[in-house]
């Protein structure tokens, strides 16, 4: 189960959109079962979807909310709509993702593990 509030499923959406379509073009291009069987690719597409989530959530969280006055005791109140995927704003899921991509590219070059 996906919980998220406002854009904030567009975390795990441009991802995988990114990543199916760049796959399918390295597959075209190179071969079939390319796009899974090299150690860099998949790691390089997530790193470039990490990039993009990153600026499309902090651009969608920086939006400045709607001002109000309290009518009760005067204060202002700003309502503002939030993005978050899983309680983590939009953004930060951008470093969640480039950290998964480096992971990825250490582990598939044999560092962490041996194969």
């Given at each position: 189960?996906?919980?998220?509030?406002?854009?904030?499923i567009?975390?795990?959406v441009?991802?995988?959109?990114?990543?199916?379509?760049?796959?399918?073009?390295?597959?075209?291009?190179?071969?079939?079962?390319?796009?899974?069987?090299?150690?860099?690719?998949?790691?390089m597409?997530?790193?470039?979807?990490?990039?993009?989530?990153?600026?499309?959530?902090r651009?969608?969280?920086?939006?400045?909310?709607?001002?109000?006055?309290?009518?009760?005791?005067?204060?202002e109140?700003?309502l503002?709509?939030?993005?978050?995927?899983?309680?983590?704003?939009f953004?930060?899921?951008?470093?969640?993702?480039?950290g998964?991509?480096?992971?990825?590219?250490?582990?598939?070059?044999?560092?962490?593990?041996?194969n």
């Open positions: 189960m996906v919980i998220w509030k406002g854009w904030g567009l975390a795990l441009i991802p995988l959109l990114i990543s199916l379509g760049v796959g399918s073009g390295v597959d075209y291009y190179y071969g079939e079962n390319f796009y899974k069987n090299s150690t860099w690719v998949m790691p597409v997530l790193g470039l979807s990490a990039i993009i989530v990153f600026l499309v959530g651009k969608v969280n920086n939006k400045p909310g709607k001002i109000v006055i309290d009518p009760e005791n005067n204060q109140i700003e503002k709509t939030t993005h978050t995927m899983f309680w983590v704003p953004q930060y899921w951008g470093i969640i993702i480039l998964i991509s480096i992971w990825m590219y250490v582990a598939n070059i044999g560092l962490i593990y041996e």
